[in-house]
């Protein structure tokens, strides 16, 4: 395993619904990140926090809300989620920021 | 935006044969390259990584070429076996401050 753990692995919402999704990291890195994968395209990274502080939204939608609580949790809440939001959504940590990323194993999720 | 441009989309090899995959990148200010492998149901797992000081890194079967003034990196798998199948990610950052990844290839090494 990777030392990054990610629950639920998957996850199906109604558009209604509120969620979270929840990525623990036991590697002692100071950075972590929420990327979404889809099909055929790059990884789009969402959110960074570095040492608990945010350093980085990527004009991700306001139903999207990331929590970071202390440097080896974090946290991605959901609510009135579309459909094209579907995807695996993968979190990951890094001891310095952008460099020699460690990844869950995603949550997939599917909105309804 | 600054993208990473990835090729092939996919790509099908026999048993034995030499895998390439290519990135160009646009930002010269890039001062990493990494290679992710991901397997089905899994989350992209770091294979091997290059600065621009070398033009070459070799770890197993697995080598990256990189061209600076091309901009470009690329990678190369020796005596491909099945079990390589995968998807492979390029990615390129700026340390501290910025990752970009390209879309990816879908490997199949046929026995």
């Known amino acids: 395993e990777t030392g990054v753990t990610q629950t639920p692995r998957h996850l199906v919402m109604g558009m209604t619904n509120k969620k979270s999704l929840k990525c623990e990291q036991h590697l002692g890195h100071n950075a972590m990140y929420w990327y979404k994968q889809s099909a055929k395209k790059p990884l789009e990274l969402m959110f960074v926090?570095?040492?608990?502080?945010?350093?980085e939204n990527n004009s991700v939608p306001s139903r999207f809300s990331p929590e970071c609580p202390n440097s080896s949790h974090l946290f991605l809440h959901l609510h009135t989620l579309q459909p094209e939001d579907s995807a695996l959504y993968l979190c990951a940590s890094s001891l310095q920021i952008y460099e020699k990323l460690f990844f869950g194993s995603g949550t997939q999720l599917s909105v309804l | 935006q600054q993208q990473v441009k990835q090729s092939p989309q996919s790509l099908i090899v026999q048993k034995g044969g030499i895998s390439i995959i290519n990135c160009a990148y646009e930002?010269?200010?890039?001062?990493?390259f990494p290679w992710y492998q991901q397997f089905p149901g899994k989350g992209p797992a770091l294979l091997i990584a290059i600065r621009p000081d070398v033009s070459e890194k070799k770890e197993g079967r697995f080598t990256i070429s990189f061209n600076k003034s091309a901009k470009q990196f690329s990678l190369h798998i020796m005596d491909s076996q099945p079990g390589d199948s995968a998807t492979y990610f390029c990615?390129?950052?700026?340390?501290?401050?910025?990752?970009?990844f390209g879309a990816g290839t879908r490997l199949t090494v046929k026995p």
């Open positions: 926090y570095n040492f608990k502080e945010q350093t």
């Open positions: 990615a390129a950052s700026l340390r501290n401050n910025d990752m970009r």
């Open positions: 930002n010269t200010a890039f001062d990493y």
